[in-house]
């Protein structure tokens, strides 16, 4: 009977990063069962940072690809998603039909970006991209050429990082932002001000405290679905304000939703993430343990210490690397594998700085600015919630990051003790 004792056959749904770690973890822990890895693009693991830096902005595009070490000893199932799970016969099917038993699944089939929620979008190709993929990433390089308005709606980490590439290709800039400052709600108001002062020095005309309620289209003929047939394309955007703007490319940075619509009809209520316990074991709703199965990244939802046990949406590249190591473990060792007590941690570079960060900064009721000086570009900012510290930030001064990581991984260890 499957799901006894150490498992034989794992299925990893998601290969990118947090699919990736897992696997090299099971292998490194002594795994010697069959590994299957699916993914729903056809693209071998690559790495998605650079996707919205150097990889838009190299004459070259960056090689993005993630070392698959000697060895491995997986299959691989690529640009065949997965449509259906069935927890209680452990069986996965695939687009084409594939079915495949498992004795431990790990969920990690990451986010998809959020899009279709603006009046008048054109359709694919016609001046709207969003930037999750390698793919989309190709497609919106190709349309980043000098001489275009580039519009960026979103500035979050991405359009911001979007946005400083678009005005080193020598675009015309516009961020629109619903906040009063970018980062707002994942960082305050100090730091999202220091972030804007830098998009403004670098020529982006950021537009704060409105956001896009109407894309402009205009019949074109030149990029065409079917030879002949007239199609839109986008020539600008009025925003919530009432203001319109020129603009031949824009870019949704809305944010992402996790990839979890395939676990439709499994029991488990995904559609914000799949919820797991602090060992990454996958939920259903009565908080029952699904058996054999865990989840990574941000397919998944997971208890966070810092925020009292909550598990808010995260997306962070190093949440991808220590979950899918962690969900690994706990596939081997069950109840015997350590709790997930990681402190998240993230990064943004643009326009020339590094913004680094560890903790929760968005739980804070109050922050500390240590240090400002925006002619040297440097900041640091502490966040507290209840007197406690729950997170902090830096430009410029990463080296200041070592004391409170080691602060909030102090706090995150007593909780599990």
């Keep these: 009977m ?21 696997a090299e973890t099971l292998r490194a822990e002594g795994f010697t069962g069959r590994l299957t890895l699916v993914g729903a693009e056809q693209h071998a693991p690559y790495d998605r940072p650079p996707l919205s830096k150097q990889f838009l902005t190299d004459s070259t595009p960056a090689d993005t690809a993630l070392p698959v070490p000697d060895g491995l000893g997986a299959s691989w199932l690529l640009g065949r998603p997965a449509v259906g799970l069935d927890p209680d016969s452990r069986i996965v099917t695939l687009a084409d039909g594939t079915r495949l038993p498992y004795d431990g699944l790990l969920i990690a089939t990451g986010a998809a970006a959020r899009s279709g929620v603006i009046p008048g979008e054109p359709g694919p190709g016609q ?16 349309a980043l050429t000098p001489g275009r308005k580039l519009l960026v709606v979103g500035a979050g980490f991405l359009g911001g990082e979007a946005a400083a590439a678009g005005r080193a290709l020598g675009l015309d800039v516009t961020l629109v932002e619903a906040g009063a400052v970018p980062l707002e709600r994942a960082v305050g108001t100090e730091a999202g001000a220091f972030m804007g002062m ?17 894309f402009r289209t205009a019949h074109a003929s030149a990029a065409v679905a079917e030879p002949g047939a007239p199609v839109c394309a986008l020539t600008g955007a009025r925003l919530s304000d009432g203001r319109t703007l020129a603009a031949d490319v824009a870019l949704l940075a809305l944010g992402a939703v996790p990839a979890t619509g395939w676990l439709a009809g499994s029991g488990i209520e995904a559609a914000g993430g799949v919820p797991t316990d602090a060992r990454l074991r996958a939920l259903f709703p009565d908080g029952a343990v699904v058996p054999g199965v865990v989840a990574a990244g941000d397919a998944a939802r997971v208890p966070q210490p810092l925020a009292g046990g909550a598990a808010p949406a995260l997306g962070h590249w ?9 969900a690994a473990r706990t596939l081997l ?81 007593a909780q599990h003790a």
């Design 198 to 214: 830098l998009h403004r020095e670098a020529g982006i005309d950021l537009r704060t405290g409105t956001t896009v309620a109407e």
């Design 127 to 142: 001046g709207v991209f969003t930037l999750r993929g390698r793919d989309d990433a190709t497609a919106l390089r190709a």
């Design 333 to 413: 060792l069950g109840e015997a594998a350590p709790v997930f007590a990681e402190v998240p941690s993230f990064w943004s570079d643009v326009h020339g700085v590094r913004l680094r960060s560890v903790g929760l900064p968005a739980l804070a009721d109050t922050v500390k600015v240590h240090e400002c000086d925006r002619e040297a570009r440097r900041l640091e900012v502490s966040y507290h919630l209840d007197g406690r510290l729950v997170g902090a930030l830096t430009i410029g001064r990463t080296s200041r990051l070592a004391s409170y990581r080691r602060a909030l991984a102090e706090y995150v260890a």
């Design 2 to 22: 499957r799901g006894t004792g150490r498992p034989r056959d794992i299925v990893i749904v998601g290969a990118s990063l947090a699919g990736l770690r897992a």
């Design 318 to 326: 190093s949440g991808a690397v220590e979950q899918g190591a962690a």
